[in-house]
């Protein structure tokens, strides 16, 4: 029904009422008259959750929030268990426990993201071919692959609802079957290069050989006649045997085993992203104790901790009412304990599927750190932030994104196409786009400008804490400790700024934001967070 007009030309919409909204009269107000576009400073009047007292909170806000939260967490953290009691109680066939992830996850996306599942399916079906016919190019004609598939499927053949729905699951997927490309790449290279060391050595040992028979020879007829000539015995040649990679890589992987890993229930949904040695390894001799479970609980217990201040206790504690930077960082603050609680959640997800095992002075530890919310919320510099974010996700950038852009192109180019190539996994979001691309700014000047003032100053103020205690002031100095405290803050106010954005409220958030919603954000604080590292930038250059 057009906004604004008659109010008797559809009733059936209606029918999806209930009889107590139909009743209420702002229900009319707010569904057939358009609001005016109020100043925002007119319209912050109070309200968020703040006239409640803590008690109705519990009631009606942490209760329902940690139920529903449960229900469709625990769905993920049953079909984890039934996978891995499924595979590593007892000694299966290989292909069986691949084909047994390969149904718990496909089953498990389907809960999630009904239909939109056949996109992850789609981009698992390419990519096993992409990497069956792309010999020594795997890497980067997946990364190909993978830039066009999410293209072609945002832009022209996805709704956008489902597409967003389903983005961070093709994430995950894209990033594996990309390192698996790379992986392979790098262990035909070893492999080839072995072989050639070993024709070398052959080679070498050949020559050898047939220098050691003639020299026999020579000193046996010279020695020919004489009473006391000595019997030559010839010297046995050793050869030096190099072992081969020790890592399937070499060989294509079978359907099963490709599916399997992309579709693993431990990852497809929430995460984290893994590696296909990774992978293989949780079915080799896997081990069971009772850290397990209780890593698993307190993991859980973590994520629906950070859920509860990102739903309830940031809107309680800080009202509509209050300073617009103090809203800003509420917002930016709820943002970042959503993504706490995804990724914590995917911790748990992952260890209950068999990952994270550790064996540390003989005793077996669980562990898969995804984030550092210590790292984040108190941060030594921006630098610090994008590494604490999503461990896994770093990992991935630095080893086949960065190095190898720096090992063709340099520094430089590899930090702004490990940003590039951020923003593109993403999906083509205008509003991540502008906070990817001006954190990378941020983190070049920061770390250029902090790098400089060290070396100037012969302090440990760098955007990195050093591990080797070289500088003449150290972190344990009082002005060293206040310098980057400074610096500290200085991240949590360009965090408050960057994170305004990701507001929960807004109705876009279940197709993604477009650009212009995010540079209204920004132009209520003034821009003033891109103008702190414009001056920044200044000085870094007259440094």
């Not at 104790?289 to 629906?304: E, G």
């Not at 550790?358 to 750190?369: A, M, N």
């Not at 974010?389 to 852009?405: C, D, E, G, I, S």
């Amino acid at each position: 029904m057009e906004v604004g007009g008659p109010v008797y030309q559809e009733y059936g919409e209606y029918e999806e009422y209930s009889e107590e909204e139909l009743a209420d009269p702002d229900f009319y107000v707010d569904r057939f008259y358009p609001r005016m576009e109020d100043d925002e400073e007119e319209m912050e009047t109070g309200g968020g959750l703040a006239p409640f007292s803590v008690t109705e909170i519990l009631e009606h806000c942490i209760e329902p929030t940690l139920t529903d939260g449960l229900k469709h967490m625990g769905k993920i953290l049953a079909w984890c268990l039934v996978f891995r009691l499924a595979t590593q109680t007892t000694k299966v066939v290989p292909w069986l426990g691949h084909a047994a992830s390969v149904v718990s996850g496909t089953v498990l996306a389907s809960h999630f993201f009904g239909g939109g599942v056949f996109y992850i399916l789609g981009l698992v079906m390419m990519g096993y071919i992409m990497l069956a016919v792309s010999n020594s190019v795997r890497g980067l004609a997946s990364a190909a692959l993978v830039l066009g598939y999410n293209i072609v499927c945002e832009t022209w053949l996805a709704e956008p609802m489902v597409w967003h729905m389903v983005r961070g699951a093709i994430m995950i997927v894209a990033m594996k079957i990309i390192s698996l490309g790379f992986d392979m790449d790098a262990a035909e290279k070893i492999e080839k290069e072995h072989s050639e060391k070993e024709n070398q050595e052959e080679n070498v040992n050949m020559e050898n050989l047939e220098e050691k028979r003639k020299n026999s020879k020579t000193v046996n007829i010279k020695n020919r006649g004489k009473k006391n000539g000595k019997k030559i015995v010839e010297e046995p040649v050793i050869k030096s045997e190099i072992k081969p990679a020790e890592s399937d890589l070499t060989r294509m992987p079978g359907w099963f085993e490709f599916a399997g890993y992309c579709l693993c229930p431990g990852t497809v949904i929430l995460g984290p992203w893994v590696s296909f040695t990774e992978y293989t390894n949780i079915f080799k001799e896997p081990r069971w104790n009772i850290t397990w479970l209780v890593k698993i609980l307190f993991t859980v217990m973590f994520a629906f901790m950070f859920l509860t201040i990102s739903t309830c206790w940031n809107p309680w504690l800080i009202p509509d009412s209050g300073w617009k930077w103090w809203l800003a960082y509420r917002d930016a603050m709820s943002f970042r304990a959503s993504h706490y609680f995804v990724s914590f959640m995917s911790e748990a997800s992952a260890i209950t599927a068999g990952f994270g095992a550790h064996v540390v002075g003989g005793q077996l530890l669980w562990h898969f750190t995804v984030t550092q919310p210590h790292n984040i919320e108190v941060p030594r510099s921006l630098v610090e932030v994008v590494v604490s974010w999503n461990l896994p996700m770093h990992r991935w950038l630095k080893q086949y994104v960065f190095k190898q852009t720096r090992s063709r192109f340099g520094p430089g180019p590899a930090v702004l196409m490990t940003y590039f190539a951020s923003t593109l996994l993403h999906g083509l979001s205008g509003q991540l786009a502008a906070v990817l691309i001006s954190l990378g700014f941020y983190t070049w000047v920061e770390h250029s400008l902090r790098d400089k003032l060290s070396h100037i100053m012969d302090a440990s103020i760098g955007a990195r804490r050093e591990a080797d205690s070289r500088r003449k002031h150290r972190e344990g100095s009082a002005w060293v400790i206040l310098v980057n405290l400074l610096f500290g803050l200085l991240a949590m106010f360009h965090l408050a700024y960057l994170g305004v954005m990701f507001d929960q409220s807004s109705p876009e958030q279940v197709t993604g934001y477009s650009w212009s919603h995010t540079l209204a954000k920004w132009k209520r604080l003034d821009y003033t967070s891109h103008w702190v590292v414009g001056v920044m930038a200044i000085i870094n250059w007259l440094l």
